[in-house]
C-alpha cells in the first residue's frame, strides 16, 4: 500500500506564503487538491511521474509552484500571495496505477492514494 503524508499546514495571514510538503513510499504522478466543509474536493497542483509537466487551477496559477525532491520523493507545494479563500484542508494524493510517465492528472478520481490532509487558514 502507497503511503502519503502530508505536513505543512498552519494559520498564516494574507498575502504570506506557505509551503506543503507531501512524502509519499515511492515516486508517482501526484495532485494536490483542496476540501472546505461542505463542498467537494477540488484541483489545486499535480505534477508527473517525471516531474515534465505540471498542472494548475486557474484560482492559484502564477501563485502557487508544484515541485518534487526526487531524493526525498517528496512533492511541494509553494503558496504565496494566499488568500482567504485558499483556506481549507489540502489533500496529498499519489495515482501509483496505469498512469502515463508524463502526464499528470487533474481529477481526484485519477488518485487512488490519500493522505490524511493538512489545514491551511488564512486570516484577512
Known amino acids: 500500500q502507497v503511503q502519503v503524508v502530508e505536513s505543512g499546514g498552519r494559520l498564516v495571514q494574507a498575502g504570506g506564503s506557505l509551503r506543503l510538503s507531501c512524502a509519499a513510499s515511492?515516486?508517482?504522478?501526484m495532485g494536490w487538491f483542496r476540501q472546505v466543509p461542505g463542498k467537494e474536493r477540488v484541483f489545486v497542483a499535480s505534477?508527473?511521474?517525471?516531474?515534465?509537466?505540471?498542472d494548475y487551477s486557474d484560482s492559484v496559477k502564477g501563485r502557487f509552484t508544484i515541485s518534487r525532491d526526487n531524493a526525498k520523493i517528496t512533492v511541494y507545494l509553494q503558496m504565496n500571495s494566499l488568500k482567504p479563500e485558499d483556506m481549507g484542508v489540502y489533500y496529498c494524493a499519489a495515482k501509483s496505477r496505469a498512469y502515463v510517465i508524463g502526464a499528470s492528472y487533474v481529477r481526484t478520481d485519477d488518485y487512488n492514494n490519500w493522505g490524511q490532509g493538512t489545514q491551511v487558514t488564512v486570516s484577512s
Open positions: 515511492g515516486r508517482y504522478p
Open positions: 505534477i508527473s511521474w517525471d516531474n515534465s509537466r505540471t
